[in-house]
């Protein structure tokens, strides 16, 4: 597998939210979905050969899952990882 293969299943997509969208605007940071099992170092070489910017930091988070209920079928939703990344200054991704 190339880096190129695994830079495109480490960036899986983009969190769109209007947390995300206020983090972009105040800090120049962007928000994707990626592997639970991605470092900080995957992500960070991920973004940059992916999209072209240079990123000064990485910050993760799991996001744990949550009890669901339809009726009287119980379930849970799955437990993924969110990227903050945030880029040098003049730099942007065009992320829609």
């Known amino acids: 597998m190339s880096s190129l293969d695994r830079a495109y299943q480490i960036i899986k997509k983009p969190v769109i939210t209007e947390k995300a969208s206020d983090d972009t605007g105040r800090r120049n940071a962007y928000h994707f979905r990626v592997p639970v099992d991605a470092n900080k170092v995957e992500i960070?070489?991920?973004?940059?050969?992916?999209?072209?910017?240079?990123?000064t930091s990485v910050n993760t988070l799991r996001v744990?899952?949550?009890a669901r209920?339809?009726?009287?079928?119980?379930?849970e939703t799955p437990t993924w990882k969110k990227a903050m990344v945030q880029l040098a200054d003049g730099q942007t991704i065009d992320v829609l």
Not at 69 to 75: E, F, I
């Open 69 to 75: 209920r339809r009726g009287y079928t119980q379930g």
């Open 64 to 66: 744990r899952s949550k």
């Open 44 to 55: 960070r070489n991920a973004v940059e050969q992916l999209f072209d910017v240079k990123v």
